[in-house]
T-cell receptor, first 111, second 114 residues
Framework: RKEVEQDPGPFNVPEGATVAFNCTYS??????FFWYRQDCRKEPKLLMS???SGNEDGRFTAQLNRASQYISLLIRDSKLSDSATYLC????????????FGTGTRLKVLA | DADVTQTPRNRITKTGKRIMLECSQT?????MYWYRQDPGLGLRLIYY???????NKGEISDGYSVSRQAQAKFSLSLESAIPNQTALYFC?????????????FGSGTQLSVL
């Protein structure tokens, strides 16, 4: 089982739609959680950190469920510019490195 | 100006050649990382450095070496490039003094080994 798993998509949605992505992680002792956005052949950019209490940034809402070991990202009122790959990132509780990346979920917002 | 700068942006080389990818940062972060990204595999850690005197192997360090010349500079070398090292390479930094500790990436180097 992969340490961080995401549905690769693509999710094809019309403009204005609401879309949700989930990510599961295997290590219950993981400490920090993030969503990054990556455009094709570009560097990942931090979208938001994810907290147990849930957090919102404009049209984006992230949730963490530690009991079920999953993280979600909700995008409301999708824009064409939201088309990208969304990476779930989890920090390891111990070991030789800190950040574990999912393979990403690709979103296409259609006009 | 980019906070994390990678050079070159693109490189094509031949099997057996020695290649160096360079990374510099103006963020003042102690921690620096090298990742490679392959389609369908996500980002994988090659090497990381938590300060100038600290170098650690990541999950896929074979065939690579690094040098931390200063707090701001972290170079990745491919001693003898092979075709399966063709990938998109990213340098990243983080600041352990901030919580949660976020990763900041350079714009990447696309390396092709023929």
């Amino acid at each position: 089982r992969k340490e961080v798993e995401q549905d690769p998509g693509p999710f094809n949605v019309p403009e204005g739609a609401t879309v949700a992505f989930n990510c599961t992680y295997s290590n219950s002792a993981s400490q920090s959680f993030f969503w990054y956005r990556q455009d094709c052949r570009k560097e990942p950019k931090l979208l938001m950190s994810v907290y147990s209490s849930g957090n919102e940034d404009g049209r984006f809402t992230a949730q963490l469920n530690r009991a079920s070991q999953y993280i979600s990202l909700l995008i409301r009122d999708s824009k064409l510019s939201d088309s990208a790959t969304y990476l779930c990132v989890v920090t390891s509780a111990s070991g030789t490195y800190k950040y574990i990346f999912g393979t990403g979920t690709r979103l296409k917002v259609l006009a | 100006d980019a906070d994390v700068t990678q050079t070159p942006r693109n490189r094509i080389t031949k099997t057996g050649k020695r290649i160096m990818l360079e990374c510099s940062q103006t963020k003042g972060h102690d921690r620096m990382y090298w990742y490679r990204q392959d389609p369908g595999l996500g980002l994988r850690l090659i090497y990381y450095s938590f300060d100038v005197k600290d170098i650690n192997k990541g999950e896929i360090s074979d065939g690579y070496s690094v040098s931390r010349q200063a707090q701001a500079k972290f170079s990745l070398s491919l001693e003898s490039a092979i075709p399966n090292q063709t990938a998109l390479y990213f340098c990243a930094t983080s600041d352990p003094g901030r919580s949660p500790e976020k990763l900041f990436f350079g714009s990447g180097t696309q390396l092709s080994v023929l």
